[in-house]
């Protein structure tokens, strides 16, 4: 069956930097896209970007370009998302989603979320 | 970006029906994904295209657009669908593509 597996939950100080795994399996990695979401407390979902297990090639929100890099490692099935210069509004749930193939932003399986803590 | 709005509360009776909303520019070139999120879990895809369900999600949940607005309907609504429901889109605005989600709505069975 179709599994996404997230890292553990994280306490950062403002200006650092988290980097969340998301090991896939149960399916050919290279087919699918990842994109990656966030959930800050109480709130809704925010969609952060996409990134093709196949080739790499990324797209990230507007609002995050800069800050945020996603990656994969073919050999482990694993993507990976980095946010840098994390500020207390950074405080959220992270949740990796696998893309249905021949969909745009349409997520068929989804990690079980890695919460990111920012506090001084 | 753009922006999918969504009414944040809505509540049906056990066993009727109920529709859930989600107006934005973007759908009015292409569908909405609609997605249940249980509190302290993950979202669930219910919802895509057309009006297509995934596997394992009840025939009651059904989608519909025209225009602008995208529905989701829950025709005989059970107390297990009590959740809060997102929808999704592509953001149609400018030239950056990006994914966008409505602000949700609480969804009530009575």
């Known amino acids: 069956q179709v599994q996404l597996v997230q890292s553990g939950a994280e306490v950062k100080k403002p200006g650092a930097s988290v980097k969340v795994s998301c090991k896939a399996s149960g399916y050919t990695f290279t087919s699918y896209g990842i994109s990656w979401v966030r959930q800050a407390p109480g709130q809704g979902l925010e969609w952060m970007g996409w990134?093709?297990?196949?080739?790499?090639?990324?797209n990230y929100a507007q609002k995050l370009q800069g800050r945020v890099t996603m990656t994969t490692d073919t050999s482990t099935s694993t993507a990976y998302m980095e946010l840098r210069s994390l500020r207390s509004d950074d405080t959220a749930v992270y949740y990796c989603a696998r893309e249905i193939t021949g969909t745009e932003y349409v997520f068929d399986y989804w990690g079980q979320g890695t919460l990111v803590t920012v506090s001084s | 970006s753009s922006e999918l709005t969504q009414d944040p509360a809505v509540s049906v009776a056990l066993g009727q029906t109920v529709r859930i909303t989600c107006q934005g520019d973007s759908l009015r070139s292409y569908y909405a994904s609609w997605y249940q999120q249980k509190p302290g879990q993950a979202p669930v895809l219910v919802i895509y295209?057309?009006?297509n369900r995934p596997s394992g999600i009840p025939d009651r949940f059904s989608g519909s657009s025209s225009g602008n607005t995208a529905s989701l309907t829950i025709t005989g609504a059970q107390a297990e669908d009590e959740a809060d429901y997102y929808c999704?889109?592509?953001?149609?605005?400018?030239?950056?593509?990006?994914?966008?989600f409505g602000g949700g709505t609480k969804l009530t069975v009575l």
């Open positions: 295209g057309k009006n």
């Open positions: 999704n889109s592509r953001d149609s605005s400018g030239n950056h593509l990006e994914g966008v």
């Open positions: 990134i093709s297990a196949y080739n790499g090639n990324t």
